[in-house]
């Protein structure tokens, strides 16, 4: 053991040799040429900067990118994306009723024809347009499956009634399309329908006659109340919606038209502009939404916010390292670096073509407060080291002309061999606290790249151009900051006398620093709870984005806007059909299911059936011309003269006669059934089932709410979910798409929030265990870090200060940038040795620059004070504070918790007292000798 010890010892020695020989020839190169060294630096930094200039374009805000990898809701959500759309857009839309309804009254219904001829203008429909995409509605063609328009379906109460208007047409030709043994002839004229293109039916288009409008509401059984609301009570529908199913973001560009959701979003806005409508289809407010377009709108505000909140932030560090140093030289010499090393990372990740999210904007204030840190320390200390060499050599040649010798010469500040001595010196001590202190960092932070670890991608992006970030600025910090200092001739004043007393407190009254912050860690614990608060969402966000306020609305109004669903697979059920969601049993189990989940709470159905039992027909016998039925499809298909012989059915009897084994109606029923879903339109069909027509979809809306109160229904519904059909041969997905998507999302930042927290603590404490080469020290250095994300659950309590997306990655970044202060106290602590003494040298000498990055990173991040986002407002408070508990922690509360160490260990072995600052009276001793004193 005691030689691979020294065998180590050796290693090291070497190594650390090597390192110094070659930092010497670098230092060397670099001061010998610093102008030439300073604009390589800046060539390269202002190409790559150029070239991160267009950062934005990498930003992805598609919602995939926000769903957690390997949940079971995203998994299940990629499974219906392979045959259907599950990216839903809406237009929200209001009639001058909703905001005037004394003045706007009756002829402003929802159902009025004029209103319903604007909603059906901006959708597409079959009447005359003007040449032009803007012209011709959002889905212009209704048989492309979206690949000229890039949108699939459309619901909405214009679309209903479109539907329900040419819904005869569709019938008839369905019927004759269907016919199997039955005789039709009677009835429909196949022959005159294959020479109409409509099927002697309506038009897909908004009827002119209003009667003919009431007479669909009317026929609709109540199913266009879910679409329409009086939201003032004065019994007019005032508001309504338009549903967009959207080809994925992924797909948008095979349309030729649009190269990106940002694209095809603006051409949307353009169409339902009030400017490009027709003059007489104004008088509508519409607005479009939904989540895609959120987070679109959310992306391009945050970016808007990053270019307004630099200017701000940079203004308010270059300010506060002013006061601090009283001089712009410093400014440059810690914020070239700082610049140069953002240049560089942003430029990187545009060459590189990396994924960035929104939450890029968290990396700026962080890059810059830790640039600042490492620059400030490299600076103090190159000044400490020549102040203290200077004075050294003035009280040498003191000594020596009292003893009237030959003086010594005293170092030229501006020497380069001697300022490139300091700077050697500088990078044996604080160099080797930057460079532990950055690894460090880039090991935390690299905690949020594994994605075992972290299931949410933009936070791994995140994690992933800190991790960057990092080594640039540290690396131009290491070049450029003695380069500066060098050009700019800087010299730095003393540090304020206050730090000589301040030094001495966490020694002398460590009692009391470890009771307070006791205090309050007992505290955070017991508000841990804190952090299991629900991801929020639309009230992080702030008020002047259209698209988030009109979802808001909408979910009050309709009870809707969080679009969840469930498959429903039947491509295993034994069926003479060869699409086997077509099968009558199959139906009746949808509709089973469908009526027990409508029964939870806040929850509303869509399905094949909806549209089954809104769509009016009238059933004729072909040969007597009785009329059989008047109804709906949905009720037509359960009519119990399908299968009765009651008196009441008589007239049907003679149906069974259509068939040759005298069973007419069973084989007619059947064909129904396709019948009735052949009179659906083709973008309700692709809607509601896949290609096959094996598959369905059952569309489940709810407000946006509470994620915990939303977890009780999801729970309800996977349960229902999750039994056993009575029809075999069928098979049901748990919930995906909005709410169990949300729900995940939560619990992957929650998750995230609690591994990444952990694990880089168990992390850090190893790596610092053997950089000090003590477990002791190593635990000890990583003590005021943890105090302070335990701190974190009291400022989650105390005020506006909510969970979301950022503050998520509060714990890692507080590691990440606590660490490097508690390292440069310890390093320090090493060097002037662990006693009394030593510990509040380490304090004096470190603490003011700590202080000064501290201010410095917490002004940088005081812009965050200006953004427009709650959620980042709260994010950058946390930073600030946690940030700001960071430096009193380290300066205080690590200098005290050694100090306990020692006093406590000392007591034990019953020692004399470890607090001794060397100002008590001097005994003799029997083992001193005199010495001679000198007079002059």
């Given at each position: 053991?005691?030689?691979?010890s020294?065998?180590?010892?050796?290693?090291?020695?070497?190594?650390?040799?090597?390192?110094?020989s070659?930092?010497d020839?670098v230092?060397?190169?670099?001061?010998?040429?610093?102008?030439?060294t300073?604009v390589?630096?800046?060539?390269?930094?202002?190409?790559?900067g150029?070239?991160?200039?267009?950062?934005?374009?990498?930003?992805v805000?598609?919602?995939e990118?926000?769903?957690p990898?390997?949940?079971?809701?995203?998994?299940l959500?990629?499974?219906v994306?392979e045959?259907?759309?599950?990216?839903?857009?809406?237009?929200y839309?209001?009639?001058p009723?909703?905001?005037?309804?004394?003045?706007?009254?009756?002829?402003?219904?929802?159902?009025?024809v004029?209103i319903?001829?604007?909603?059906?203008?901006?959708e597409?429909?079959?009447?005359?347009?003007?040449?032009?995409i803007?012209?011709?509605?959002?889905?212009?063609?209704?048989?492309d499956h979206g690949?000229?328009?890039?949108?699939?379906?459309?619901?909405?109460?214009?679309?209903?009634?479109?539907?329900?208007?040419?819904s005869?047409?569709?019938?008839n030709?369905?019927?004759?399309?269907?016919t199997?043994?039955?005789?039709?002839?009677?009835?429909?004229?196949?022959?005159a329908l294959?020479?109409?293109?409509?099927?002697?039916?309506?038009?897909?288009?908004?009827?002119?006659?209003?009667?003919?409008?009431d007479?669909?509401?009317?026929?609709?059984?109540?199913?266009?109340g879910?679409?329409?609301?009086?939201?003032?009570?004065?019994?007019?529908w005032d508001?309504t919606a338009?549903?967009?199913?959207?080809?994925?973001?992924?797909?948008?560009?095979?349309?030729?038209?649009?190269?990106?959701?940002k694209e095809?979003?603006a051409?949307?806005?353009e169409?339902?502009?009030?400017?490009?409508?027709?003059s007489?289809?104004?008088m509508?407010?519409?607005?479009?939404t939904?989540?895609?377009k959120i987070?679109?709108?959310v992306?391009d505000?945050?970016?808007?916010d990053l270019l307004?909140m630099?200017?701000?932030?940079?203004?308010?560090?270059?300010?506060?390292?002013?006061?601090?140093?009283?001089?712009?030289?410093?400014?440059?010499i810690?914020g070239?670096p700082i610049v140069?090393?953002?240049?560089?990372?942003?430029?990187?990740?545009?060459?590189l073509k990396?994924t960035l999210?929104?939450?890029?904007?968290?990396?700026?204030p962080?890059?810059?407060?830790l640039?600042?840190?490492?620059?400030?320390?490299?600076?103090?200390?190159?000044?400490e080291?020549?102040r203290?060499?200077?004075?050294a050599?003035?009280?040498?040649?003191?000594?020596?002309r009292?003893?009237?010798q030959v003086?010594?010469?005293?170092?030229?500040l501006?020497?380069?061999?001697?300022?490139?001595?300091?700077?050697?010196?500088?990078?044996k001590?604080?160099?080797?606290?930057?460079?532990i202190s950055?690894?460090?960092?880039?090991?935390?932070?690299?905690?949020?790249?594994?994605?075992?670890?972290?299931?949410?991608?933009?936070?791994?992006?995140?994690?992933?151009t800190?991790?960057?970030?990092i080594?640039a600025t540290?690396?131009?910090?290491?070049i450029?900051?003695p380069?500066?200092?060098?050009l700019?001739k800087f010299?730095k004043?003393t540090?304020p006398?206050m730090?000589?007393s301040?030094?001495r407190?966490?020694?002398?009254?460590?009692?009391?620093?470890l009771l307070l912050?006791?205090?309050i860690?007992?505290?955070?614990?017991?508000?841990?709870?804190?952090?299991?608060?629900p991801?929020?969402?639309s009230?992080?966000?702030?008020?002047?984005?259209?698209?988030?306020?009109?979802?808001?609305?909408?979910s009050?109004?309709?009870s809707g806007?969080?679009?969840?669903?469930f498959?429903?697979?039947?491509?295993?059920?034994?069926?003479?059909?060869?699409?086997?969601?077509?099968?009558?049993e199959?139906?009746?189990?949808m509709?089973?299911?469908?009526?027990?989940?409508?029964?939870?709470?806040y929850?509303?159905?869509?399905?094949?059936?909806?549209?089954?039992?809104?769509?009016?027909?009238?059933?004729?016998?072909?040969?007597s011309?009785?009329?059989?039925?008047?109804?709906?499809?949905?009720?037509l298909?359960?009519?119990?003269?399908?299968?009765s012989?009651s008196?009441?059915?008589?007239?049907?009897?003679?149906?069974?006669?259509?068939?040759?084994d005298?069973?007419?109606?069973?084989h007619?029923?059947?064909?129904?059934?396709?019948?009735?879903?052949?009179?659906?339109?083709?973008?309700?069909?692709?809607?509601?089932?896949?290609?096959?027509?094996?598959?369905?979809?059952?569309?489940v809306?709810q407000?946006y709410?509470n994620?915990?109160?939303a977890?009780?229904?999801r729970?309800?519904?996977?349960?229902?979910?999750g039994?056993?059909?009575?029809?075999?041969g069928?098979?049901v997905?748990?919930?995906t798409?909005?709410?169990?998507?949300?729900?995940?999302?939560?619990?992957?930042?929650h998750?995230?929030?609690?591994?990444t927290?952990l694990?880089?603590?168990?992390?850090?404490?190893?790596?610092m265990?053997?950089?000090?080469r003590?477990?002791?020290?190593?635990?000890?250095?990583?003590?005021?870090?943890?105090?302070?994300?335990?701190?974190?659950p009291?400022?989650?309590?105390?005020?506006d200060?909510?969970?979301?997306?950022?503050?998520?990655?509060?714990?890692?970044?507080?590691?990440?940038?606590?660490?490097?202060?508690?390292?440069?106290?310890?390093?320090?602590?090493?060097?002037?040795g662990?006693?009394a003494?030593?510990m509040?040298?380490a304090?004096?000498?470190?603490?003011?620059t700590?202080f000064?990055?501290?201010?410095?990173?917490?002004?940088?991040l005081?812009a965050?004070?200006?953004?427009a986002?709650p959620?980042?407002?709260?994010?950058?408070?946390?930073?600030?504070?946690?940030?700001?508990f960071a430096?009193?922690?380290s300066?205080f509360l690590?200098?005290?918790?050694?100090?306990a160490?020692?006093?406590?260990?000392?007591r034990i072995?019953?020692?004399?007292?470890f607090i001794?600052?060397?100002?008590?009276?001097v005994?003799?001793?029997?083992?001193?000798?005199a010495v001679?004193?000198?007079i002059?």
């Amino acid at each position: 053991m005691g030689e691979a010890s020294e065998r180590f010892a050796e290693l090291s020695r070497i190594a650390r040799e090597k390192t110094e020989s070659s930092l010497d020839s670098v230092y060397s190169q670099i001061l010998a040429q610093p102008k030439t060294t300073l604009v390589l630096l800046v060539i390269l930094s202002a190409w790559l900067g150029n070239i991160g200039t267009g950062f934005q374009d990498q930003i992805v805000d598609d919602v995939e990118i926000f769903l957690p990898e390997g949940a079971e809701s995203t998994d299940l959500l990629l499974e219906v994306r392979e045959e259907w759309s599950t990216d839903v857009g809406f237009i929200y839309i209001k009639s001058p009723n909703a905001e005037d309804p004394d003045l706007f009254g009756e002829a402003y219904n929802i159902t009025n024809v004029d209103i319903l001829h604007e909603i059906s203008w901006i959708e597409g429909d079959d009447e005359y347009r003007k040449p032009g995409i803007k012209q011709n509605g959002l889905d212009w063609n209704k048989t492309d499956h979206g690949e000229e328009d890039g949108v699939l379906w459309i619901i909405s109460i214009a679309q209903i009634i479109k539907e329900i208007n040419s819904s005869d047409g569709r019938f008839n030709n369905a019927m004759c399309d269907h016919t199997g043994e039955r005789i039709t002839l009677g009835v429909i004229d196949c022959d005159a329908l294959a020479q109409s293109p409509t099927g002697n039916g309506g038009l897909y288009a908004i009827p002119d006659e209003q009667e003919r409008v009431d007479e669909i509401v009317n026929q609709s059984n109540g199913s266009l109340g879910a679409l329409a609301k009086d939201t003032n009570g004065d019994g007019v529908w005032d508001t309504t919606a338009v549903l967009v199913g959207m080809i994925s973001s992924n797909q948008i560009d095979k349309t030729g038209k649009w190269d990106d959701y940002k694209e095809f979003f603006a051409h949307v806005d353009e169409v339902i502009e009030e400017e490009n409508r027709p003059s007489q289809y104004r008088m509508t407010n519409m607005t479009h939404t939904g989540l895609s377009k959120i987070l679109e709108d959310v992306s391009d505000a945050i970016y808007l916010d990053l270019l307004d909140m630099m200017p701000i932030s940079l203004f308010l560090t270059v300010l506060i390292i002013t006061l601090l140093h009283r001089s712009w030289k410093v400014v440059i010499i810690s914020g070239t670096p700082i610049v140069m090393a953002l240049a560089v990372t942003f430029g990187t990740t545009v060459l590189l073509k990396m994924t960035l999210t929104p939450m890029i904007i968290a990396t700026f204030p962080i890059l810059i407060g830790l640039g600042v840190d490492y620059a400030l320390h490299m600076v103090n200390r190159i000044e400490e080291v020549r102040r203290k060499r200077i004075d050294a050599a003035v009280e040498e040649n003191e000594k020596r002309r009292r003893k009237g010798q030959v003086q010594l010469e005293v170092p030229d500040l501006w020497d380069p061999d001697f300022y490139r001595s300091c700077v050697m010196e500088m990078s044996k001590t604080t160099g080797i606290a930057v460079l532990i202190s950055a690894a460090t960092t880039v090991v935390g932070f690299s905690v949020l790249i594994l994605p075992n670890i972290v299931s949410i991608i933009p936070i791994r992006s995140v994690g992933m151009t800190l991790v960057a970030g990092i080594i640039a600025t540290l690396v131009f910090s290491m070049i450029l900051v003695p380069v500066l200092i060098w050009l700019l001739k800087f010299n730095k004043r003393t540090n304020p006398p206050m730090w000589g007393s301040i030094s001495r407190l966490p020694v002398k009254h460590f009692a009391i620093f470890l009771l307070l912050a006791g205090s309050i860690t007992f505290a955070g614990l017991a508000n841990l709870d804190e952090l299991d608060k629900p991801i929020s969402g639309s009230d992080q966000t702030p008020d002047n984005i259209p698209s988030m306020e009109a979802m808001v609305e909408y979910s009050n109004t309709f009870s809707g806007g969080q679009t969840s669903l469930f498959i429903f697979d039947a491509s295993k059920h034994i069926s003479d059909q060869d699409k086997k969601i077509r099968s009558l049993e199959v139906l009746d189990a949808m509709d089973a299911l469908e009526k027990r989940i409508a029964e939870v709470e806040y929850t509303n159905t869509t399905s094949l059936i909806s549209f089954l039992e809104a769509v009016p027909v009238v059933f004729v016998e072909p040969t007597s011309g009785i009329e059989l039925y008047n109804g709906n499809l949905w009720g037509l298909l359960h009519e119990e003269c399908w299968e009765s012989n009651s008196l009441e059915c008589a007239a049907w009897i003679p149906l069974d006669a259509t068939s040759t084994d005298g069973k007419g109606r069973e084989h007619l029923r059947k064909d129904m059934v396709n019948v009735a879903y052949d009179t659906l339109s083709k973008e309700v069909q692709w809607m509601l089932t896949n290609v096959d027509g094996s598959k369905a979809l059952v569309y489940v809306t709810q407000p946006y709410m509470n994620l915990d109160n939303a977890s009780m229904l999801r729970d309800d519904i996977d349960d229902m979910l999750g039994e056993p059909v009575e029809e075999q041969g069928i098979r049901v997905s748990p919930l995906t798409g909005g709410l169990p998507v949300s729900l995940d999302i939560n619990e992957g930042i929650h998750d995230t929030q609690s591994y990444t927290t952990l694990l880089t603590l168990l992390i850090l404490t190893i790596v610092m265990c053997f950089v000090f080469r003590s477990i002791r020290l190593g635990i000890f250095t990583m003590v005021p870090v943890a105090a302070i994300i335990v701190w974190q659950p009291l400022l989650m309590s105390s005020g506006d200060v909510n969970v979301n997306i950022f503050t998520a990655m509060i714990g890692t970044i507080v590691f990440g940038i606590g660490v490097d202060d508690a390292i440069h106290v310890m390093h320090r602590i090493q060097e002037e040795g662990e006693t009394a003494v030593g510990m509040s040298r380490a304090v004096e000498k470190t603490g003011q620059t700590i202080f000064e990055t501290t201010a410095t990173t917490v002004a940088g991040l005081g812009a965050g004070f200006f953004v427009a986002f709650p959620g980042l407002v709260n994010f950058f408070i946390l930073m600030m504070l946690l940030i700001g508990f960071a430096f009193l922690t380290s300066v205080f509360l690590l200098p005290a918790c050694l100090t306990a160490d020692h006093v406590i260990r000392r007591r034990i072995k019953g020692q004399s007292s470890f607090i001794d600052f060397g100002e008590g009276a001097v005994l003799t001793d029997e083992n001193m000798s005199a010495v001679d004193a000198i007079i002059e």
